[in-house]
């Protein structure tokens, strides 16, 4: 029976995970225009969304902003860890139960997760054609937004 329960778990939470949309409260994905030819991409995750997954969401938005802004090609001119961390405490408590002259004290211990919300920032140059250590928009909207799941 508690494996059934860990699984059921596991796919409610796997379902609360940030999916590809436009920024949110609870996370997304946005492109801003720096230059005529440069963009800052942004990916923010919440505490259910893997490292990769926010990745893969900065690599797919850069593909779709470069052919937006008709491009083909596009570099990586460099990116930042926007990941943030914190903590939740769950207070204990007490419960005490009398029956006659008997006290039952049942206490549950309090408990500290330590979360982490991956993030992303990466700045890209808009390209018209190939060039040394370009990425193909085209192949990233094809490979990568095959595993994107979107909102």
């Known amino acids: 029976m508690r ?3 860990v699984l059921l778990l ?18 997304g994905v946005a492109a801003e225009q ?3 030819d440069t963009w800052r991409i942004k990916a923010r995750g ?5 490292a990769s997954t926010v990745q893969d ?12 802004a008709g ?11 926007a990941s943030r961390t914190g903590v939740i405490v769950t207070p204990g408590q007490s419960t005490t139960t009398f029956s006659g002259n008997h006290a039952v004290t049942v206490t549950t211990p309090g408990d500290a997760s330590q979360y982490i919300k991956p993030g992303q920032d ?4 808009v390209l ?8 193909s928009a085209s192949e990233i909207i094809q490979f990568t937004g095959a595993r994107v799941k979107r909102s």
């Open 57 to 68: 969401y900065v690599l797919l938005k850069a593909a779709e902003t470069t052919v937006a």
């Open 46 to 50: 919440n505490a259910y969304t893997g």
């Open 3 to 5: 494996p059934i329960a």
């Open 122 to 125: 990466t700045y890209i140059r």
């Open 34 to 36: 720096i230059t005529s």
């Open 71 to 81: 491009g083909s090609y596009f570099l990586l001119i460099s990116s930042s860890d």
């Open 128 to 135: 018209q054609g190939p060039q040394q250590g370009a990425l």
């Open 10 to 27: 596991c796919l409610v939470l796997g379902a609360c995970a940030t999916k590809y949309q436009e920024m949110g409260f609870t996370g």
